[in-house]
C-alpha cells in the first residue's frame, strides 16, 4: 500500500490530531465536550454508572497485573 506521507523519512506524519500539541489537543476536545452539553447530547454518568465502570476498570486492571506477573 502506498503512504501518503511522501518525502517524510522519520515515519511520523506532521498532520493530524495526534501530532499536535498536547495543550491544542485539550482546547479542541473541550470545545467538542461544550458544544456536546450546548446540544443536549453529551451523556452524563449517573453515579451507579461511574461506579460500574470503575468496577470493571479495577478487574481489568487486576487481571493485567496478575497476567503479567505469570510471565
Excluded: L, V, Y
Excluded at 498532520?15 to 461544550?34: L, V
Excluded at 487486576?62 to 497476567?67: C, E, I, L, T, V
Amino acid at each position: 500500500m502506498a503512504s501518503n506521507n511522501q518525502g517524510n523519512t522519520g515515519g511520523k506524519s506532521n498532520r493530524g490530531f495526534a501530532s499536535m500539541d498536547p495543550e491544542r489537543q485539550r482546547q479542541i476536545a473541550s470545545e467538542g465536550g461544550k458544544a456536546a452539553h450546548e446540544k443536549g447530547t453529551a451523556h452524563e454518568f449517573t453515579s451507579e454508572e461511574a461506579r460500574e465502570a470503575g468496577r470493571k476498570g479495577g478487574q481489568a486492571r487486576s487481571a493485567n497485573r496478575k497476567k503479567a506477573s505469570t510471565q
